[in-house]
């Protein structure tokens, strides 16, 4: 007979935006043998004495996605607030009020165990907690260690241009994006050049960037991916560190950064928009985290 290659009407744009196949292909099916700790320990470092919910959140967002377990590693009041908000947080104290470097290296034990880091949420920008978040970034660098850079982080990594791996998973906002790569991304009238920006911090810094905004950018220097989920009522306070880990989430189930981010910012953007219809623009972080279960069953469904 003859071999036919035809054009079966799938267009070459649909690669380009995410949907609910990625998190499909990202969340493991779980086994009826499964034991604790089979899909994933997340660590998450951060919090500080102003903003001690945003590891709760990253960590909350993690596990709502599927993690098994999270270690939250912060000073001692951010710590405190954990232990208080869920019984469902491992909270270690690392020192008193800001994370030092001298404090987090006695939790480098647990950072090895586990399977992905969140690092950044909430943590401050004191010196020390600078200086502390770079050389982190440089040990779980050294280390093969896939990590999130969020928030405080970005900033560190800024500050101290701190070298990445490949497993890395980059968080910026529009600011934190100019901090980085000394330019602002182009508007979204321009998407093709706001994702060229991206592309191109991301081979620079030879890591995976997700730019957030009103559509997400998602670049591991090669491909260029776009985000359409989500919603103006995201702009709520807490919505990145949710990200954060759901993106780490997707880290300790073994995805690729690229997919994880793709995936990440998919289903985050789509549990935003859940608990939007259900309480309209008015919404919180923690309604998003709560909207996690559903956003994956519509996913898997």
Excluded at 49 to 59: S, T
């Amino acid at each position: 007979g003859r071999v036919v290659v035809a054009n079966i009407g799938i267009p070459p744009e649909a690669w380009a935006y995410t949907g609910p196949g990625d998190v499909r292909e990202a969340i493991p099916r779980r086994k009826p043998d499964s034991h604790k700790g089979d899909y994933g320990r997340l660590a998450v470092v951060g919090g500080s004495r102003m903003y001690h919910g945003a590891p709760i959140l990253a960590a909350m967002a993690a596990m709502r996605t599927g993690v098994d377990l999270t270690y939250l590693i912060e000073p001692r009041e951010a710590a405190t607030a954990a232990k208080a908000y869920s019984p469902d947080l491992i909270a270690l104290e690392a020192g008193g009020g800001e994370l030092a470097w001298s404090s987090l290296e006695e939790h480098l034990s647990t950072l090895e165990k586990a399977d992905a880091v969140v690092m950044g949420p909430g943590a401050g920008l004191s010196p020390a907690t600078l200086e502390a978040l770079a050389k982190l970034a440089a040990k779980l660098t050294e280390a093969g260690k896939p990590v999130v850079v969020d928030g405080d982080g970005l900033k560190a990594l800024a500050k101290h241009e701190a070298k990445l791996s490949g497993l890395a998973v980059l968080t910026p906002h529009a600011g934190e994006f100019k901090l980085l790569s000394g330019e602002d991304p182009p508007p979204f009238s321009r998407l093709e050049e706001r994702g060229e920006a991206a592309r191109r911090l991301a081979k620079r810094l030879e890591c995976t960037v997700l730019l957030k905004g009103m559509i997400d950018v998602v670049s591991d220097g090669e491909d260029v991916r776009f985000n359409l989920t989500g919603n103006p009522g995201m702009t709520v306070g807490g919505t990145g560190d949710v990200l954060a880990g759901v993106a780490g989430a997707m880290l300790c189930f073994k995805n690729k950064p690229m997919e994880a981010a793709a995936a990440a910012a998919y289903l985050t953007g789509l549990a935003g928009d859940i608990a939007r219809e259900r309480l309209g623009d008015q919404l919180l972080a923690s309604d998003v985290v709560e909207a996690i279960p559903e956003a994956v069953a519509r996913c898997l469904s």
